[in-house]
């Protein structure tokens, strides 16, 4: 069996987002008898397949002070178990693991955008100039065009 987490090995959301964090099991007999979630504080010198972190892991609990946080499975030929935690804070930024009974387990880092970030301005960019390149091609495109259709009809 296979656990893998969808969007990882980064996974980056807005500042009082929900933070949704889908773990997928597959090839698997049966289903995993259970799936933990744990969390730990990043730490940008650990590989994101190593259970090696900084802080200290601790298992994702529905009944901690900060509340929000629910997990809900689905077992079945592939099972998913999806971790959701409503108002995303900086402080629920680092490593969540996703360990099935039965598979090795995932991890992917969460990072909490306050703003823009830089990767995001650069797409946003990006996104622009493949926009206004466009519209400066077909607007030159129209331009022989009409300038053709002058040329043939005088």
Known sequence: PTASIVGGP?????????IN???????????PAYIFWYYSKEDDNTSTHSPSTKGPVR?????SERGGVSIITDKGDVTTS??????????????YS????NADMATVRVHVLSGES??????????????HGVVVTLSTLLSVSASFTYNNCV
Not at 118 to 131: H, Y
């Open 82 to 95: 999806r971790l959701l935690i409503t108002n995303a804070l900086p402080t629920d930024e680092g490593r």
């Open 21 to 31: 964090l889908t773990c997928t099991i597959r090839h698997s007999p049966e289903p």
């Open 59 to 63: 298992v994702v609990s529905y009944d």
């Open 118 to 131: 830089p990767a995001a301005m650069q797409t946003g960019a990006s996104n622009w100039l493949e926009c």
């Open 98 to 101: 996703c360990s099935p009974s």
């Open 10 to 18: 980064d996974i980056y959301v807005n500042y009082g987002s929900t």
